[in-house]
């Protein structure tokens, strides 16, 4: 890590296919760009080409309070929370409006960070926009009940903002991560101070240019960069902040849940890993089904926390899906992030590129038969091949671990009681999918999946209205959907005694 | 005490004369066992001090053998799959139980916790409701279907989590079960509840009713044992995904901490409060008065949401003291079982313990004694209705949760005054206003940093609305229909579709 005196809070940075912005590089304090207190920055490698794009200031415990200051005085002063909702509409309508304007230069921003292939990018800041204006739509809906109690009292709920809220975000989808929460967060009326992941700080920064721009007030959304262990650690266990947000591994989410605890039982909730089951029947539709295995691992270079990581395919179709799933991974286009084409970029760091292959060798000494990739692609980037393992065991650790990367196991089962058993032996519980044309296993196999989202027929197939969130250690609360809000609101109950009077 | 010789049921004579049995085992899997090591503790009668009897006392491999039972009706049995008026007629049944029993019920609980037979009563009929009221939910726990274009069908299904641990305290031991298993039972899951180890009592004799209701073995499991021991197993054990506690606050966030440790359960918590109670000049006096006893002499101030801190404005403060003094001399205090009683004992040795030395921090604190501040009699856990005047907002008797007849009374003017006292605290439980006027009423009760505000009443609770706490008060509501969100989880299912021509 180098110290930069003066590291300009803005930098010109060069996209590789030639388009040039301005990348902030400050912390997002009170709608302003600010250098850290300490002045300290950290480094932000480029993960396809392993070369530095910028510094970015870090923020450290000072900083977060700095910037719960400023959301606490939003909170109270701004009027975000106490006026007619349809101000907060309108700040994130325009910010979806921004967003879209911008797609491009986010996009780029995304791959350039993340590694990732600028087709998910652009998936991602699609989304991100849409999500935006799904909550804008939901601002001046969050009503409470009028609940009757018979005529001796007026009672009634109301669903109130809980007030400065952190929120820690992963590295796999920064942008996307990131409506997830500023979305039902502020449509809800509360404020914010979120960090972002040490290895992808980029587009977060810049698009606090455009929640400045969107008029929404000031220390109404604060985006501060910094790591876990200080900035993250500082968010949890902070006494004015209410309520944490946190995505990312599950290790981490039971550290943030008992700091939370530990200072002022702070509301939590945690999206975390996942082991999803992926399940194959016989009467499925093999060329759809391959399509999904595809999307399900590979999708953004298998770092996904709902990743369909371990596929079971019913054994009187295993051979043909099976040559079919390598004949489609060998299409796989993966290399330049930038390159249109490509389909799968880079892992997003060297740690996760370390992390992946590391499981391959053990997937390989656990006697794991290796089926297609199972190596690094080229030397200078962090790219994995697509990799399948058959012949495994339910107890090895490839089958049981999340590996968090193009990696999947591939097991035969034959009866569905068989198939629901071993895919619901695990501590997670993220997701599932399964393949059949059958209607009766479709809805009977997903009622019996302990998994909070099951696919039919399609895989990491998301949409703004619907929940998604985990069962077991994969987490609690749920993202999208009119859930989301319920994360962000508490209720407060007034009844009012009533004497009725005659005159 | 260690004996495995100590009976599965013993018989009781009430004060009353009213005579009944009492079970003392641990009630898993749908019977009364004794305790692995054969382990029991006493149960003491706080308003006489006497022995009432012993219970047996679960340990790690007691729980063990409950959340057994619990996983296995879940996964074993139809309870959680089957149409969900089935486990509606069975929560009907028991409400019915609870009201044909509610004497004894009432009895026991009087005799346990020291309330009075008014207090008890109370419990016992609101106890009833709320299983009545749970019943009627449990066939409408629906998901909802969501338009996201016809190439999909996307749907929602609110499935129970599994086995539920439940911890509940010993302010309303019958009241406080009803909370618990009401909304858990109606949804679908399976329950290992602890008692509080000082009042284990009606939960035990409520495990018959159980049966008598139809709930199959296993779905209800109740324990009696410490927090310490049996409580931690709860908070830790691997195949409970989901934790329910009521008590304090340090407790609770141990729990919390020990639910994220071992497996990530869900977990919700009713903790304590130091809830302010406010009085306008335009309130109706009376009224205001008789609220303020509700407030915080019922169940003699052994309630989380108690209105311990009174603001009163300066316009009526002084005939607002002489008419709340005047109301609490008309409180009679003593024999929970004398039908004119209104405030019984405090509900152990323990709890008279920490009042007392509370009145003794008052009063070395330098405010002034209004009225009461000592014990009453010799024999029984009794304190006299205390109130303590010109406090200032640091002292410990205004910021702490006392839990007893305890109450500060403070001056203030002006509402945004007042709202400030109010709001600094770490609690938000509850809060009380009493002004006649519309502005008032609701301005000040949004600006209120609370999780219930009552209007010119207090403690008024019904089965429909939302009970639970802000900041460090709590996490999660029990009663109206958001109790339910705590014993449910969200399953999305995304089917997508093929238009096939033929």
Not at chain 1, 35 to 61: D, L, N, Q, R, W
Request: aromatic fraction near 8%; charge should be negative; charged fraction near 20%.
């Amino acid at each position: 890590m180098r110290y930069y005196a003066s590291l300009p809070l803005s930098v010109k940075v060069k996209l590789p296919h030639g388009i040039e912005y301005d990348q902030p590089t400050g912390l997002f304090i009170n709608n302003e760009f600010v250098p850290s207190i300490s002045g300290k920055t950290f480094s932000v490698i480029s993960p396809s080409t392993e070369e530095e794009i910028t510094h970015v200031y870090e923020a450290v415990s000072e900083d977060v309070d700095a910037a719960v200051d400023a959301a606490e005085k939003a909170f109270k002063n701004s009027g975000w929370a106490t006026a007619d909702p349809s101000q907060r509409v309108s700040g994130l309508l325009k910010l979806a409006d921004l967003v879209e304007e911008h797609a491009e230069v986010l996009a780029s921003i995304e791959s350039l960070d993340n590694g990732k292939s600028l087709m998910n990018a652009r998936g991602d800041i699609a989304l991100s926009a849409a999500y935006y204006r799904s909550c804008a739509g939901w601002c001046d809906k969050i009503d409470g009940r009028n609940i009757n109690t018979g005529s001796t009292h007026l009672s009634y709920t109301k669903r109130e903002p809980i007030g400065v809220c952190g929120q820690i975000i992963p590295w796999n989808f920064p942008q996307l991560m990131l409506s997830w929460k500023l979305g039902p967060a502020l449509a809800t009326g509360n404020t914010v101070v979120l960090k972002t992941a040490e290895s992808t700080p980029l587009s977060a920064l810049y698009l606090a240019k455009l929640v400045k721009e969107a008029g929404i007030p000031a220390g109404v959304v604060n985006i501060i960069s910094g790591f876990g262990k200080t900035a993250g650690e500082a968010i949890a266990i902070h006494p004015r902040i209410r309520k944490v947000a946190f995505t990312g591994s599950t290790a981490t989410g039971r550290h943030i849940m008992k700091r939370a605890a530990e200072s002022n039982l702070k509301k939590v909730t945690l999206e975390l890993g996942g082991k999803s089951p992926n399940i194959v029947f016989n009467d499925c539709n093999v060329k759809n089904a391959v399509q999904n295995l595809i999307v399900s691992i590979f999708y953004n270079s298998g770092e996904v926390c709902c990743a369909g990581s371990r596929i079971y395919c019913q054994s009187g179709i295993y051979d043909e899906l099976l040559s079919e799933f390598k004949t489609a991974i060998e299409a796989v286009k993966i290399g330049d992030p930038f390159n249109e084409a490509t389909f799968q970029g880079s892992q997003t760091s060297q740690q996760q590129l370390d992390k992946i292959l590391g499981y391959i060798e053990k997937g390989k000494a656990e006697g794991a038969t290796l089926v297609a990739g199972g190596e690094r692609f080229g030397t200078k980037g962090f790219f994995i091949k697509p990799t399948v393992f058959g012949n495994v065991t339910e107890d090895m650790g490839v089958v049981k671990e999340e590996i968090f990367g193009p990696v999947v196991t591939i097991t035969k089962f034959e009866t569905v009681d068989e198939v629901i058993e071993k895919a619901n032996d695990s501590e997670y519980g993220l997701a599932a999918g399964v393949h059949t044309e059958d209607i009766n296993k479709a809805v009977d196999v997903s009622n019996r999946l302990h998994a909070g989202t099951v696919w039919v027929n399609t895989y990491s197939d998301f949409h703004t209205s619907v929940p998604f969130g985990g069962f077991n250690q994969s987490g609690f609360g749920r993202e999208m959907g009119t859930e989301a809000l319920d994360n962000y609101t508490q209720v407060k109950a007034v009844r009012i005694k009533i004497s009725p009077k005659s005159a | 005490m260690v004996t495995d010789e100590y009976p599965l049921t013993v018989h009781i004579k009430l004060p009353n004369g009213v005579e009944y049995d009492q079970p003392t085992g641990l009630f898993i899997n749908g019977e009364f066992t004794k305790s692995k090591q054969g382990k029991t503790f006493e149960v003491v009668s706080p308003s006489t001090e006497e022995i009432v009897c012993s219970v047996y006392e679960a340990l790690e491999e007691d729980v063990n053998a409950a959340v057994d039972a619990a996983e296995n009706a879940f996964k074993n049995t139809e309870w959680a799959t089957q149409d969900p008026s089935v486990r509606g007629r069975c929560l009907l049944k028991l409400a019915d139980l609870v009201e044909q029993h509610a004497e004894v019920l009432a009895g026991i609980e009087s005799l346990d916790n020291g309330k009075s037979l008014f207090c008890s009563r109370g419990d016992v009929a609101l106890c009833s409701a709320y299983f009545r009221s749970c019943a009627g939910y449990a066939d409408k726990v629906d998901g909802r279907i969501i338009d996201t274009g016809s190439n999909h069908l996307s749907y929602t299904r609110r499935e129970p989590i599994g086995v539920c641990g439940q911890i509940i305290p010993w302010n309303f031991p019958l009241l406080m079960a009803s909370w618990k298993l009401g909304p858990c039972l109606a949804t679908g899951n399976v329950t290992v509840l602890k008692t509080a180890e000082s009042t284990p009592l009606s939960a035990l004799y409520l495990c018959n009713l159980l049966n008598e209701a139809g709930f199959p073995p296993g779905v209800v499991n109740i324990i009696s044992g410490f927090g310490k021991t049996t409580g931690d197993v709860i908070a830790l054990h691997p195949k409970v995904r989901k934790l329910a506690f009521t008590g304090s606050t340090a407790t609770g966030r141990h729990i919390m901490k020990r639910a994220a440790e071992s497996n990530l359960k869900k977990v919700t918590l009713e903790l304590g409060g130091k809830s302010p109670n406010i009085i306008f000049n335009d309130a109706d006096i009376a009224k205001a008065a008789q609220n303020m006893i509700i407030g915080i002499f019922y169940n003699s101030g052994e309630v989380c949401c108690a209105g311990s801190r009174i603001y009163c404005q300066s316009g009526i403060y002084d005939e607002l003291l002489v008419e709340f003094k005047k109301a609490i001399a008309n409180l009679k205090v003593g024999d929970p079982f004398d039908e004119t009683t209104f405030q019984g004992s405090q509900t152990s040795q323990l709890q008279l313990d920490r009042i007392l030395n509370y009145i003794d921090v008052g009063k070395k604190e330098g405010a002034q004694l209004i009225t009461g501040g000592e014990r009453i009699g010799g024999k029984g856990y009794f304190i006299k209705p205390t109130i303590f005047g010109n406090v200032h907002e640091e002292m410990r008797i205004v910021k702490e949760e006392i839990f007893g007849p305890v109450v500060t009374i403070t001056k203030f003017e002006t509402v945004d005054e007042v709202i400030e006292l109010a709001n600094n605290s770490e609690y938000g439980l509850a809060a009380g206003l009493h002004t006649e006027d519309i502005n008032k009423a609701i301005d000040v009760s949004n600006r209120l940093k609370a999780g219930t505000v009552w209007v010119n009443t207090y403690n008024d609770f019904h089965s429909s609305v939302p009970f639970g706490g802000y900041a460090q008060s709590g996490i999660g509501r029990e009663m109206g229909i958001e109790a339910f969100d705590n014993y449910t989880q969200v399953k999305a299912v995304r089917i997508k579709i093929d238009k096939k021509k033929a």
